[in-house]
């Protein structure tokens, strides 16, 4: 238990904080799980689309703090990587 008001503070923020990276993380895997499903089922237009949305998510997701830049790029750039694969093979 707290015994400060600071400590009290504290604890509130970091709630809130959890509350909210859990909401951007769960995001996070749904976009990528659409994605995945979509390149599995061989689908160029609705995986293009869905990249899209990630690269701008995860882009939206560095300026507000949620996401370091270095991960959101790698994690853009692996994804990017399978939906261009899936590209050549439709080719």
């Not at 998510?57 to 703090?65: E, I, R």
């Amino acid at each position: 238990m707290a015994n400060h008001k600071s400590a009290e503070k504290r604890i509130r923020q970091t709630k809130k904080r959890t509350e909210r990276n859990r909401y951007y993380k769960t995001r996070i895997k749904n976009m990528t799980r659409s994605l995945k499903e979509a390149i599995e089922a061989k689908d160029l237009s609705k995986s293009q689309e869905v990249m899209k949305q990630i690269n701008q998510a995860f882009h939206s997701y560095v300026s507000k703090g949620i996401l370091t830049k270095n991960t959101a790029a790698r994690k853009v750039s692996r994804l990017n990587s399978s939906v261009k694969k899936l590209a050549l093979a439709n080719a």
